[in-house]
């Protein structure tokens, strides 16, 4: 993993510096050297900034920190007490009130497992995998239809102003993240029915279309998120109505107001690689508009999976740590 | 770039061992301190085996050979002397007659350019380009339609037997390479006339997708492609008949059976992740029947457009090359 930053940017499209925008940590070239690999029973499942690793060595019972990694104590013998003892730190941590990531605290948990053969390691509240750089899963809907006279148009959502993250910026039509106990398709209708009540027959429109993977880097911590993708071609008489009050309204909007609504701070930077994704499936954004097509479609889908797998073997070539995976 | 074979393929589903297969010089980490980069102009444009290392000694005058890469003489100023220069190299060792590749001549030149900004640099003849792991580009179409009782079915083409590559192979419904002279689209309105007798007013129903990049070696050479893919609804009526002489025959399958056919050494292996990508967009392959959905997805978008500066900035740290990118 190299540093990217020396693409030079001059001659960049719009689009294709809203795609290095939400890949910032990926293109650092995961600031080599400045972050330490997380292990957790051999396995490299995240890693950390120096700003959290401060807070972290406080806890030297839970968190062993070498010059080259930190690992979760190997003490810990299974999914059970690995949870409650990082449970434990975090509360700590959450009552100093010092760490703005854990100010979100969501009472909802997300696993860490293996990267390829998905052995569940231990689990930890939503608003603190970011601070440990922890592949991050979620579902994205994007609702749309075909106006007669418009063309592809899609609805899009504008956050409450409420929520801890990102709140009143624009955002696709539906997502969520995958929680401790759900299954995708799962999770997928369960949000759309919350945030957009979508409901009963409407619901079997659902059509899983791929995913979309960045690693985005923002002042909270690190984001290497993947996003399960669902298209959901809806009824033009149908206006979505929120049920949970996180969303503060939506709006439709033709594909070309979609991309500049995407180019504007008002957007969730996050967002937008689900929308670009959806853009390129159906057409809009194509070859022959877009120069940086192709880096475009790269930067939509980087190699989350095998990332840290890569940095772990750097670690067990200097013979610290054994790769259980090979 | 890493070697990622350490990945334990144990428990891999049979579309996750395809997605390895068509990728397996990507997962080798590009066989580092095998391959020497391949610079031009002070750009890496590719990666030279030892096989094919060994002809270049002979032509000193042409090719710069370090410890480190191999050079295109820096002497040579401009697009059609560097063209001119290599194509008389390329001739000579046609005439040999011992280069696998090179017995398939086709008279039809690819470019070479730089990755982002796509900055012209030479011309050579497309049997030639697996030789320097010169990125390859080519378009391909999904060509499919929703039969009432069997859904979703996709049209094969085999591939005539008197190909020089693949020869009787099954593979997506057209493809191509994209040949110096013509556009993106422009190929694709090409390729479907020639292949399958798609005109017309059927002609405007191609609607772009997005494109697969995957890294293939064979003994041939060194396949670092990017297919953009294209999507085309045919009606049921319709029977694609060849004009080139370059398909044996056509066959509409279920995609179901597209999948198992994909999964027989009859497939062409370069074809399956324009089909792979088609069954996920159109959620036939999905989170909920695929295990290794995300590495799948991964698989086939890795990241040519980056992987060479990556390379040439480890040479440049060693003061050696000079990037001019940065």
Redesign the interface.
């Known amino acids: ?4 930053t ?3 940017k001059t ?1 960049c499209s719009e689009l294709a510096l809203l795609a290095r925008k939400f890949n910032c940590f990926y293109l650092s070239g995961l600031r080599q050297g400045i972050c330490k690999p997380f292990l957790v029973a051999g396995h490299q499942v995240g890693l950390i900034r120096p700003d959290v690793l401060k807070y972290l060595r406080t806890f030297p019972e839970v968190f062993r920190i070498t010059g080259e990694y930190v690992e979760l104590n190997p003490a810990f013998r299974n999914y059970q007490e690995r949870t409650s003892k990082v449970a434990e730190v975090l509360q700590n941590l959450r009552k100093e009130n010092e760490i703005c990531a854990l100010k979100g605290w969501r009472d909802e948990c997300f696993e860490v497992s293996t990267p ?3 052995e569940s390691l231990l689990e930890m509240d939503r608003s603190a995998v970011c601070l440990f750089g922890i592949r991050n899963y979620g579902i994205s809907v994007n609702g749309y239809l075909f106006h007669p006279s418009k063309g592809l148009c899609i609805w899009l959502q504008q956050r409450s102003f409420t929520k801890q993250t990102w709140p009143g910026k624009w955002d696709c039509f539906v997502s969520g993240g995958l929680a401790v106990g759900f ?3 799962e999770t997928a209708i369960k949000e759309v029915a919350e945030e957009a009540s979508v409901v009963g027959e409407l619901v079997k429109k659902l ?5 979309v ?1 960045f690693y985005f880097e923002s002042e909270r911590g690190l984001f290497p998120n ?1 996003e ?1 993708v669902y298209d959901l071609e809806l009824p033009s008489e149908f206006v979505p109505k929120n049920a949970d009050g996180e969303v503060e309204t939506f709006e439709l909007l033709t594909a070309e107001e979609c991309v500049q609504r995407a180019l504007t701070p008002q957007f969730k930077t996050t967002g937008a690689p689900v929308l670009l ?1 959806f853009l ?4 809009y954004i ?3 508009n877009e ?5 475009i ?2 930067l ?7 990332i840290y ?2 940095s772990l ?2 670690i067990t070539s200097n013979g610290d740590v054994q ?1 259980s ?2």
């Open positions: 993993m190299k540093d990217m020396s693409i030079s001659n390829f053969h998905h299954g995708i398709l059509v899983p279309a791929g995913c993977s993947t399960y994704d390129i499936r159906r057409g194509n070859p022959e120069p940086n097509y192709r880096h479609v790269e939509l889908h980087v190699p989350l999976q095998t797998n890569s073997r750097d790769n995976e090979s």
